[in-house]
């Protein structure tokens, strides 16, 4: 059965940085893609940040790209989302979700089926 929990949000200043985790079990990551998305408040979840697999990661905006970094340890089944130089927009709710590689083009959510619960992520002065 296909288990994704994120932890490491919290509350932090504008400018500062948090370190998002995604551990994963009943699978075996390096077959499968992990994306990252948000959901911010009264807003609809947005499409992927960044996905990742086997060490390789794209974010897909500039504004993502420049902030935000996928890194994994596939020896404890997890992977992890930097985040630097957070602003009051990135105030969210973040998932991972689990999808299939392969995909030619952009990864949509629609392309994943098994989704973490979330973790709320605070950017405020």
């Known amino acids: 059965q296909y288990h994704l929990v994120e932890s490491g949000g919290g509350s932090v200043q504008p400018g500062g940085s948090l370190r998002l985790s995604c551990a994963t079990s009943?699978?075996?990551?390096?077959?499968?893609?992990i994306g990252w998305f948000r959901q911010a408040p009264g807003k609809d979840r947005e499409g992927a940040l960044c996905?990742?697999?086997?060490?390789?990661?794209?974010c897909y905006e500039d504004s993502i790209k420049a902030r935000f970094h996928v890194s994994e340890n596939s020896a404890e089944n997890t992977v992890y989302l930097q985040m630097d130089n957070l602003q009051p927009e990135d105030t969210a709710v973040y998932f991972c979700?689990?999808?299939?590689?392969?995909?030619?083009?952009?990864?949509?959510?629609?392309?994943?089926?098994?989704w973490g619960q979330g973790t709320r992520v605070t950017v405020s002065s």
């Open positions: 009943g699978f075996v990551l390096d077959d499968y893609v």
């Open positions: 996905v990742s697999r086997s060490g390789s990661s794209i």
């Open positions: 979700a689990a999808g299939p590689p392969g995909l030619v083009g952009r990864y949509e959510e629609r392309h994943f089926g098994a």
